[in-house]
């Protein structure tokens, strides 16, 4: 941003053109004719005659501007001292996969995913996965204890929970696994089944019919396509902390989740295409800055605590 006074006041001026004009640093399906749609004012919605998918700007755009081998996240850990990275032309072969293995299952557009893992590279696959066909995802802290899970469980009624067997901790290993049983024990809603990642440091005990592991259930994966979504179809579940009472699920949409991000990662965090940007998906609002900066071109620095 050049001058922010110039730029706060042509916002406030003219909003239509200002946010149409900031659309246009996203790759759209159907591009908006109308930035903000205010008739149901305080359900205003963003480029509502728009069309697009967040896993195709994330992922699929720069594998087709010839950017596959460009690195999309770079994975540390501090704790087991693993270090690994991702191009972005395997990042969409493992999230069309991924999303492929979704269809298999059965979910479609409108259906929810929880997904509580620790802070891994399976966890941006699955969240990445799910955009890509237009199921909403929810990502969980790993670790969570069961009855918060449960909550988080019965509120969004997920057909589907990906989850790990194993999280680290400072000087301790944490087994998701029995707690996602606890949990779903707890709830009155069972999703149908669940996809487990085994880790290395403790494998998980798996209920027939409902578990499967994760290399298994993407093994025959046909791989999707993204699908068209309307710029206010749901995105993700954001669940608040829950410390004055029930947790409340916030719902983002995609296309104006999309162009405000893209519009933030340069005019805000001033972060351009193939710089770095350091992210800790651990945090309530990681999904957002910290994964789709992909949208941007920028590498995700994905520092793992968990």
């Known amino acids: 941003m050049k001058d922010y006074h110039s730029t706060y006041a042509f916002e406030k001026q003219d909003r239509e053109t200002f ?9 759209w399906i159907t591009p908006p004719k109308i930035a903000l749609d205010d008739s149901n004012s305080p359900f205003s919605k963003w480029f509502p005659d728009g069309k697009m998918n967040s896993c195709f700007n994330a992922v699929d755009r720069h594998v087709l501007a010839g950017r596959q081998e460009q690195t999309a996240i770079q994975y540390e850990s501090p704790i087991t001292g693993q270090s690994a990275s991702m191009s972005y032309g395997e990042l969409k072969k493992q999230t069309e996969k991924f999303a492929g293995m979704l269809n298999e299952q059965g979910l479609k557009k409108g259906d929810r995913v929880i997904i509580y893992m620790p802070m891994i590279k399976e966890a941006v696959i699955a969240m990445l996965g799910c955009a890509r066909i237009g199921v909403v995802h929810s990502v969980v802290f790993g670790g969570f204890a069961a009855a918060e899970l449960a909550k988080r ?13 194993c999280g680290h901790e400072p000087n301790r290993l944490v087994h998701y696994k029995p707690l996602l049983d606890q949990a779903i024990q707890q709830s009155n809603y069972k999703p149908s089944k669940c996809i487990i990642y085994q880790r290395d440091a403790a494998k998980a005990d798996l209920i027939g019919g409902r578990d499967i592991e994760w290399y298994e259930a993407l093994a025959s994966a046909t791989p999707a396509n993204p699908v068209a979504l309307s710029a206010n179809d749901p995105l993700y579940i954001l669940y608040t902390s829950g410390t004055t009472g029930q947790p409340k699920g916030v719902v983002r949409d995609n296309g104006g989740h999309a162009v405000a991000l893209c519009w933030s990662m340069s005019n805000i965090y001033d972060v351009n295409p193939g710089e770095v940007f350091l992210g800790c998906l651990g945090h309530r609002m990681g999904s957002r800055p910290f994964l789709y900066c992909l949208c941007s071109l920028i590498c995700w620095l994905h520092f793992h605590f968990v």
């Open 19 to 27: 946010w149409l004009k900031a659309s246009k640093s996203i790759d």
């Open 153 to 165: 469980i019965n509120d969004c009624k997920p057909k589907l929970i990906v989850s790990a067997s």
